[in-house]
């Protein structure tokens, strides 16, 4: 029996879906799939203990020895210059005690509880609850997010939720459109879908996936009430996030697509109009690339590249970031390592820096897309580098499900490799 289809059987056996095996040991759906049927080599000895290890398989089975410890190779030429400029000539001893002092930063569970109560029964109005309230305490949230802070921010939802309802005079209970609509203001309702769909992507981010999937179809519903394009289609993107982590990669590609497609062809032709276009795109094509389709993929991110390049230069906005070049070159490095392309992906990253974006969020996501590349390409020593580069601009970025079971695999199969043993200090265990 090929080692693809030994896999197989056992993740059928843990009734796991292709995601969640790829989530466990650093790769996409589509690579697993292609891997357990034999359309790309099972061949890398890191990866088939790796498999051995998650899946509980005797490595025999697979064909190899027990884990040994493996020596780094050197990546050659200038891929990780952005890498090593972050992370070079730093003594280890402060290093040491900056990962051990930022160790602990998580969202607390009680926050969450307090979230996922607020989802359940909306708690009363707290202070001030006029629009301008609700859109200044909203840019404050944003502003959070970006920063990487994700603690205070996640706090504030409940009352976040609770003003803005109270601002567009929009309660929980089932009611028809129309009454729901009826005499409101339809700039509330769309901040209202703001707020939610915010919550959903910070939520997405901690792992609270039910969570993360009830804001997501709230800021939809709310979004649709609106009847404002742009807040529909930031809705329709952060709903197929969701849907792309939850195995459904096609039905996701799906969601966003129509969403742009809608926008597209709407009236709206502001900068925030464009801007969100591109977004969309992007998630479209990483989500094209997620279910295997390199033609859609690669079509939907010259669709980003286009909508970017009508972004006027001078255009800002605390609602998300700015998609520039770069962030849709970003975007491409992760289709590339969806579809398994490590060359591509590498040869992709190597003019991005941290300088061209401008959130620590965005900084950070840098670092652990790149640090999936490199670990596809069987690069330790350079994987850990970006992942403590990452941690340093934004560890909620690291506390991901996908990037902490990678940071896992480091420590557990390359423990002597440089910047393992500082990585293993910041890891919440599963």
Same mark, same amino acid.
């Given at each position: 029996?090929?080692?693809?289809?030994?896999?197989?059987?056992?993740?059928?056996?843990?009734h796991? *879906?292709?995601?969640?095996?790829?989530?466990?040991?650093?790769?996409?759906?589509?690579?697993?799939?292609?891997?357990?049927r034999?359309?790309?080599?099972?061949?890398?000895?890191?990866l088939?203990?790796?498999?051995?290890?998650?899946?509980?398989?005797?490595?025999?089975?697979?064909?190899?020895?027990?884990?040994?410890?493996?020596?780094?190779?050197?990546?050659?030429g200038?891929?990780?210059?952005?890498?090593?400029?972050?992370?070079?000539?730093?003594?280890?001893?402060?290093?040491?005690?900056?990962?051990l002092?930022?160790?602990?930063?998580?969202? #607390?569970?009680?926050?969450?509880?307090?979230?996922?109560?607020?989802?359940?029964?909306?708690?009363?109005?707290?202070?001030?609850?006029?629009?301008?309230?609700?859109?200044?305490?909203?840019?404050?949230?944003?502003?959070?997010?970006?920063?990487?802070?994700?603690?205070?921010?996640?706090? =504030?939802?409940?009352?976040?939720?609770?003003n $803005?309802?109270?601002?567009?005079?929009?309660?929980?209970? #089932?009611?028809?459109?129309?009454?729901?609509?009826?005499?409101?203001?339809?700039?509330?309702?769309?901040?209202?879908?703001?707020?939610?769909?915010?919550?959903?992507?910070?939520?997405?981010?901690t792992?609270?996936?039910? $969570?993360?999937?009830?804001?997501a179809?709230?800021?939809?519903?709310?979004?649709?009430?609106?009847?404002?394009?742009?807040?529909?289609?930031?809705?329709?993107?952060?709903?197929?996030?969701?849907? *792309?982590?939850?195995?459904?990669?096609?039905?996701?590609?799906?969601?966003?697509?129509?969403? %742009?497609?809608?926008?597209?062809?709407?009236?709206?032709?502001?900068?925030?109009?464009?801007?969100?276009l591109?977004?969309?795109?992007?998630?479209s094509?990483?989500?094209? %690339?997620? =279910?295997?389709?390199?033609?859609?993929?690669?079509?939907?991110?010259?669709?980003?590249?286009?909508? %970017? *390049?009508?972004?006027?230069?001078?255009?800002?906005?605390?609602?998300?970031?700015?998609?520039?070049?770069?962030?849709?070159?970003?975007?491409?490095?992760?289709?590339?390592?969806?579809?398994?392309?490590?060359?591509?992906?590498?040869?992709?990253g190597?003019?991005? !820096? %941290?300088?061209?974006?401008?959130?620590?969020?965005?900084?950070?996501?840098?670092?652990?897309?790149?640090?999936?590349?490199?670990?596809?390409? !069987?690069?330790?020593?350079?994987?850990a580098?970006?992942?403590?580069?990452?941690?340093?601009? $934004?560890?909620?970025e690291?506390?991901?499900?996908?990037?902490?079971?990678? =940071?896992?695999?480091?420590?557990r199969?390359?423990?002597?490799?440089?910047?393992?043993?500082?990585?293993?200090?910041?890891?919440?265990?599963p």
């Amino acid at each position: 029996m090929r080692p693809g289809e030994i896999v197989r059987l056992a993740r059928q056996a843990k009734h796991w *879906r292709l995601k969640d095996l790829g989530d466990r040991c650093g790769y996409s759906a589509a690579q697993i799939s292609r891997l357990e049927r034999g359309l790309a080599p099972l061949t890398d000895i890191t990866l088939l203990h790796a498999l051995a290890d998650i899946l509980d398989i005797p490595p025999a089975r697979l064909g190899i020895a027990p884990a040994p410890i493996l020596a780094e190779r050197p990546l050659p030429g200038d891929v990780l210059r952005s890498v090593e400029a972050e992370t070079d000539g730093e003594d280890d001893d402060v290093r040491r005690r900056e990962l051990l002092q930022s160790a602990g930063i998580s969202v #607390p569970l009680a926050v969450l509880a307090r979230v996922d109560d607020a989802l359940a029964v909306m708690k009363t109005t707290a202070g001030t609850a006029d629009l301008t309230h609700v859109r200044r305490s909203l840019d404050l949230a944003r502003a959070q997010f970006a920063a990487g802070r994700l603690a205070p921010m996640i706090d =504030a939802i409940p009352d976040l939720l609770a003003n $803005a309802h109270t601002a567009a005079g929009i309660s929980l209970r #089932p009611v028809t459109r129309q009454a729901t609509v009826s005499g409101k203001d339809p700039v509330a309702i769309s901040i209202l879908a703001g707020c939610y769909d915010l919550a959903s992507e910070a939520l997405h981010k901690t792992g609270r996936t039910q $969570a993360a999937r009830l804001t997501a179809d709230r800021a939809t519903t709310y979004a649709a009430l609106s009847e404002d394009p742009v807040a529909v289609a930031m809705a329709a993107r952060s709903l197929a996030v969701v849907l *792309r982590h939850e195995g459904r990669e096609t039905f996701a590609e799906q969601v966003s697509l129509d969403a %742009a497609t809608a926008l597209e062809h709407s009236s709206v032709r502001t900068p925030d109009a464009l801007n969100t276009l591109a977004q969309i795109y992007c998630t479209s094509a990483y989500s094209a %690339a997620s =279910a295997g389709d390199r033609t859609q993929a690669m079509t939907l991110i010259g669709e980003a590249r286009a909508a %970017a *390049r009508a972004v006027p230069t001078e255009f800002s906005t605390p609602s998300r970031f700015v998609v520039t070049p770069a962030q849709v070159d970003l975007y491409l490095l992760g289709i590339h390592w969806a579809l398994g392309e490590t060359g591509a992906a590498l040869q992709t990253g190597r003019n991005l !820096k %941290a300088v061209q974006f401008a959130t620590v969020e965005r900084r950070a996501r840098l670092f652990t897309d790149f640090a999936r590349v490199l670990w596809q390409a !069987k690069r330790p020593e350079p994987t850990a580098r970006a992942l403590l580069t990452a941690h340093q601009y $934004a560890p909620p970025e690291v506390n991901r499900t996908s990037i902490t079971a990678l =940071a896992w695999q480091l420590v557990r199969h390359h423990p002597r490799v440089r910047g393992v043993d500082r990585l293993s200090l910041i890891l919440r265990r599963p």
